[in-house]
C-alpha cells in the first residue's frame, strides 16, 4: 500500500471518528428518540471508519475467492441498517 492509501485512510478513519463523537455529543443535547437516533448515528460513523480501515489493512491478503465480499466489507454493510434505523428515528 502506498503512503497517499494510507494517509487517504487515515483521515477517512478520523473524519469518521469526529463525525462519531459529534454525534455522541449532540446526543447529550436531547432525550428519548431524538438521543437514540445520535447515539445509531455516532454507531454507523464508527462502523463505516472501522470498515474503511479493515479494507485498508486487509487490501493486500487476497484469497482468490471469486466471491467478491470478505470479511473486511462486514463493518461497513453493518453499518448500513445502523445508518437507516439512525435518520428513521430523526423523524418528528
Known sequence: MSLAEQAATAVLA???AGAAATA???AGRHAGT??????LLALAALLFGLGAATQAALSGA???SAFPL???????LLALPVL???VARLRP
Open 84 to 86: 437507516v434505523a439512525g
Open 24 to 26: 455522541w455529543r449532540g
Open 34 to 39: 431524538m438521543k437514540h437516533a445520535y447515539w
Open 14 to 16: 478520523l473524519a469518521a
Open 62 to 64: 487476497g484469497t482468490g
Open 70 to 76: 470478505s470479511a473486511a466489507d462486514l463493518p461497513g
